[in-house]
């Protein structure tokens, strides 16, 4: 077995590219081997900003060798009439290589073919790699290509040089003007090069020691963070990590250097949040806090080099962010000065969304929801009626800081600055929180906000996004969700369920339409609003498929009904223990069979079926059974459902199914008489509208 090096060495990548990089050519290289019948001991890629390796440290030197069988032309057309090989026949012996004796007759399914053995495979690894190698570079793929000099190629940045070695072989092959070889490049500044590599078990040693290059980015991110802790502590601090920046500033450099610079105590005044954004996304720093949890007059940088003048470089980095520190300082002295009734009348001038109106018009709306959603909420979440205003100022002030200036220079501030303008004012908790929290959840992996009245003002501006794009058809398609839609339904269902709100959700996006006025819609208004429920259980169904919950099972909750999102969770939960029971195919066929009675024999009862039964009707001892159990069992399913005890509800199932299988094994439904064939249908009605309830059963195929 050999080793093998590929290296594509390049100008600086941008640092959201690396990772993907790395990835993409070890998927890539694995899969070419696999397809070339190279046995090799796996891939492993490594990224920096300068360069791409893909490293195989145990490569066969010679292709695995297969027989393979070939079918050619049939044989009627393979052979002439004496029994000789016509053209055709001829042709498929030259192309397939083999003398003409060793074909033979095969029989398929089409018919007798003409066949021939061949051995595929058996090459020398050296001779393959190239085109390998060429066409994993080919692969790659970048949000945007570029061209450079004259040449036809297209990468992410210009390739500067390429190395390919098997052990000490070079593996020679061009991509445009460069041509591979054992030549790498180091560090632009501590190991330029360029560096000769002798063989490739000196690949590692070659660029960490010549080229000062740290190649693997989970040993810079490890570098980073243990230097910077070391340093934050002599400090008697801890560093502020955000695991975002950290990968970002981790691809963004080749030899990390870790370096704490100060800042003048006097910007500890501005909000934590505006001291933080202004380090990490302008200057990719890190904050330092203190064991009381505030930030201390330092910051943490990582450098691409070790400098000679340590003292000059700290003094340049915090000249850069002293001026950016001014800037939010200037922003936050002038923002204190304005009342928010200034702010919220320059959002009239600000358009939300074309014909939906401005940001103001927003506003009111989100103001209009959040106190019907409070009041709706009040008993289950102890909300004091003169609470409910204070909601509903949340909402009206929601959207004012994107008009102020502090956000309009940092826009990921959006909202928290807002609340904490709001806690200045002395606007209360209620009002501070519910604008700080009202972007949140920002994805699957963000938390949905702590505060009831951040869950409700997110709720409230995701519905009415929802409700005002629908009305105008701006509904997602494919992939393609400009308005983050699906984003805002997943928000919605999430923020129901884990703060566990009591809120109709087709009432709900009712609201939020009806919250508009003077709007030309493209369509009718209840059909906006059954593609949104429908859009609703789309999602739902996504976001409990991908927990891993049989999607029959999801389906059935769903198909049950899903406006009471908050019980749709717990309902399904206890659905998917109950369909691991060992009697859960046969319970479900007990029940699909009721369901399916009143699909198709419900119109033939001569009056609507309304689930009320006449015990006086009667007549056999199952059907006394049935309806008995079913009357018995009422009371409990009622009270179970009221406390959201579906595990319960679903175990009153094992209780009743035995007197629904007597009552089909011994009782004929659809029987002569008209009354008792009425009755017996109404006590099936009667069972499968609080079967309905729990499940839609038809949905579950067993």
């Avoid at 990582?302 to 002293?322: D, F, M």
Wanted: hydrophobic share 40%; glycine share 10%; net charge negative.
């Amino acid at each position: 077995m050999a080793e093998f090096i590929l290296e594509i060495g390049t100008e600086e990548m941008p640092a959201r590219f690396v990772p993907k990089l790395a990835a993409e050519l070890e998927e890539a290289f694995a899969k070419g081997l696999a397809e070339s019948m190279v046995e090799n001991g796996g891939v492993k890629c490594y990224a920096t900003p300068r360069r791409i390796t893909a490293h195989v440290p145990s490569l066969a030197l010679t292709q695995r060798a297969e027989e393979e069988t070939v079918t050619g032309p049939p044989v009627r057309i393979a052979f002439d009439d004496a029994g000789n090989l016509t053209k055709a026949g001829q042709g498929f012996a030259k192309t397939q290589g083999v003398d003409e004796s060793a074909l033979f007759k095969m029989e398929t399914g089409k018919g007798e073919y003409l066949a021939a053995k061949k051995t595929v495979g058996g090459g020398k690894t050296v001779d393959i790699l190239p085109s390998v190698c060429i066409k994993c570079i080919e692969s790659l793929s970048f949000p945007k290509k570029m061209h450079w000099g004259n040449y036809d190629f297209a990468f992410g940045r210009p390739v500067r040089w390429l190395v390919a070695l098997l052990d000490d072989e070079v593996v020679e092959f061009t991509v445009e003007n460069l041509t591979s070889g054992r030549e790498t490049r180091g560090h632009r500044v501590m190991g330029p090069g360029p560096f000769s590599i002798g063989s490739v078990s000196d690949y590692f040693s070659v660029v960490r020691d010549q080229c000062k290059v740290v190649i693997d980015p989970e040993e810079r991110k490890k570098t980073i963070v243990d230097e910077g802790n070391r340093l934050a502590g002599e400090l008697g601090g801890a560093i502020v990590w955000n695991e975002g920046l950290l990968d970002e500033v981790a691809n963004l450099v080749e030899y990390p250097k870790p370096l704490i610079g100060d800042i003048d105590p006097r910007y500890l005044e501005l909000p934590r949040e505006v001291l933080l954004t202004s380090m990490q996304s302008h200057q990719k720093s890190f904050g330092v806090e203190g064991a009381d949890g505030n930030l201390m007059p330092h910051f943490l940088t990582t450098l691409n080099l070790e400098p000679t003048a340590v003292s000059l470089v700290k003094k340049g980095w915090e000249r850069v962010l002293k001026a950016r520190l001014e800037d939010a300082r200037f922003f936050w002295e002038a923002d204190c000065k304005v009342e928010f009734e200034t702010w919220l009348d320059k959002l009239e001038n600000v358009v939300f969304l074309g014909p939906l109106g401005s940001v103001g018009d927003k506003s009111r709306r989100i103001e209009t929801l959040c106190a019907k959603l409070a009041e709706t909420l009040g008993e289950s979440k102890s909300i004091l009626p003169g609470e409910i205003e204070k909601y509903a100022l949340a909402g009206r002030l929601a959207k004012a800081d994107l008009v102020s200036e502090m956000v309009i220079e940092f826009d990921s501030l959006q909202g928290k600055m807002g609340g904490i303008y709001a806690e200045r004012a002395g606007k209360g908790e209620i009002v501070s929180k519910g604008i700080y929290e009202q972007y949140l959840p920002a994805g699957p992996d963000t938390p949905v906000p702590s505060s009831l009245s951040g869950a409700l003002v997110s709720m409230a501006d995701k519905a009415d996004t929802m409700a005002g794009c629908f009305g105008l058809g701006k509904v997602p398609t494919g992939a393609n969700d400009p308005y983050g839609l699906r984003r805002c339904a997943l928000g919605i269902a999430r923020i129901i369920m884990e703060h566990e709100l009591d809120v109709d959700l087709e009432t709900f996006l009712r609201w939020a339409q009806e919250a508009y006025s003077g709007v030309k819609w493209k369509g009718d208004q209840a059909e906006s609003l059954d593609k949104l429920m429908e859009f609703f259980a789309q999602r739902l169904r996504a976001l409990f498929t991908g927990q891993g919950i049989d999607t029959r099972v999801v389906d059935a909750a769903i198909g049950a009904g899903f406006s009471d999102i908050r019980t749709l969770k717990a309902r399904l939960a206890a659905l998917a223990v109950f369909s691991k029971r060992d009697d859960f195919e046969q319970s479900v066929l007990t029940f699909k069979r009721a369901a399916n009675i009143i699909r198709k024999q419900g119109d033939e009862a001569g009056e609507p079926l309304t689930g009320a039964v006449d015990p006086e009707l009667f007549e056999d001892e199952h059907e006394i059974a049935f309806g008995t159990k079913l009357e018995e069992l009422g009371p409990r399913f009622d009270d179970l459902w009221e406390n959201g005890d579906f595990d319960g509800l679903f175990g009153l199932l094992g209780e009743l199914r035995p007197a629904v299988d007597g009552f089909f094994d011994n009782v004929m439904v659809m029987c002569e008489a008209a009354d008792v064939r009425l009755n017996r249908l109404n006590l099936l009605k009667a069972l499968v509208d609080r079967l309905g309830r729990l499940a839609d059963f038809n949905a579950l195929q067993v």
